[in-house]
């Protein structure tokens, strides 16, 4: 069975970090483009970053440009999500998805993905 799990969300303080785990069971990560989303109370699901299956192409949403970073170990089948300088706005649930893909490439556009984890809370108080 095809799975992923979020890890490492929290509660944090403003300007403070995390680093979210996915985790893969039941296939290999390594022909799948990953993107990481976020869902607020009351708002649509957005694109945060994705990371291409050789982790040579990604994508950030502006919003977390200079913040945020992902990065893959394909040999530990995790991508990972390194949040710096979290900001209240960064509040959400946030979620891994995979697409399988032999393009080096990744969307942050949830429509690409195949396959969601449940989903990791993050909360930043100010």
């Known amino acids: 069975q095809l799975q992923l799990v979020e890890s490492g969300g929290g509660l944090v303080q403003t300007g403070g970090s995390l680093r979210l785990s996915c985790a893969a069971s039941?296939?290999?990560?390594?022909?799948?483009?990953i993107g990481w989303f976020r869902q607020a109370p009351g708002k649509e699901r957005e694109g945060v970053l994705c990371i291409s299956s050789r982790g040579g192409y990604m994508r950030y949403a502006d919003s977390v440009k200079g913040r945020f970073t992902i990065s893959r170990d394909n040999a530990k089948n995790t991508v990972y999500l390194q949040m710096n300088s979290l900001k209240p706005e960064d509040t959400a649930v946030y979620y891994c998805?995979?697409?399988?893909?032999?393009?080096?490439?990744?969307?942050?556009?949830?429509?690409?993905?195949?396959?969601w984890g449940q989903g990791t809370q993050v909360t930043v108080s100010s």
């Open positions: 998805a995979a697409h399988s893909t032999s393009q080096l490439l990744c969307d942050i556009s949830r429509y690409w993905y195949d396959y």
């Open positions: 039941g296939f290999t990560l390594d022909s799948y483009g």
